[in-house]
């Protein structure tokens, strides 16, 4: 294979994490130690494990939110190193949505849009598409305080699909759900990401909202994999 052959292979495979480890202090052993997994391009891959076992950490370094101790991330053959956080094109998505209160659903989906200057007439395009993917067909204008809690977790999906990142990560975004809900958003999230052929990487304790997500699960415990 050839210089060029090689970087084509590697830009298809997505994301490499290779053996990172991350340690909150010095006095303390590593949060994560280790780690190594990649995820191809269109694939969606669950983390698994006990509170506390490093999940989060791992998707924080991924990121670019903790500073690794050792290791490296990659996407697309390309060393993430030194990359800031909000130009590493990867969309978060957390467990209580982190929507803003003060604004309507629409301008709520459209705000990565809006930071990113995408013209108001596309902006309008892209958010209507988005509440129809999402099962929310003209909510636009509704108060987020008006919502559920399920609705508003369809919302900041929503918005974190509206950039169309390179890669979705999502940190146990059902946990504050009840069983019912939560199985049937577990659907529909699986559902939208095949749809929009979206790269993802999902953090969970519930193996069973995992395997209803996930093409592949990797579990973890104490800072390693399994």
Request: aromatic residues 4%; contains cysteine; charged residues 25%.
């Amino acid at each position: 294979m050839n210089a060029h052959e090689d970087r084509a292979a590697a830009s298809s495979r997505g994301l490499s994490v290779r053996d990172i480890t991350v340690r909150y202090s010095r006095e303390l052993p590593p949060a994560v130690r280790s780690v190594s997994f990649r995820v191809a391009r269109g694939e969606v891959v669950a983390l698994t494990g006990p509170s506390g076992c490093g999940k989060s950490t791992v998707l924080r370094a991924i990121a670019g939110l903790e500073p690794l101790e050792s290791g490296s991330v990659s996407w697309g053959g390309d060393d993430l190193a030194g990359v800031s956080p909000h130009k590493r094109g990867f969309g978060l998505m957390f467990q209580d949505g982190q929507l803003f209160a003060h604004m309507s659903v629409a301008k709520n989906v459209a705000y990565g849009l809006a930071a990113g200057r995408v013209p108001k007439p596309e902006r309008a395009t892209q958010v209507t598409r988005l509440l129809e993917l999402v099962g929310l067909p003209g909510y636009g204008s509704r108060s987020i305080m008006e919502l559920s809690g399920g609705e508003r977790q369809r919302v900041a999906l929503a918005r974190s699909l509206a950039p169309t990142p390179k890669m979705l990560m999502l940190d146990e975004p059902l946990s504050a759900l009840d069983r019912a809900l939560r199985d049937r958003l577990a659907a529909d999230l699986a559902r939208m990401l095949r749809e929009t052929g979206t790269t993802a990487i999902l953090v969970t304790h519930d193996s069973r909202e995992a395997e209803a997500i996930a093409d592949r699960v990797i579990a973890m415990r104490e800072g390693a994999l399994v």
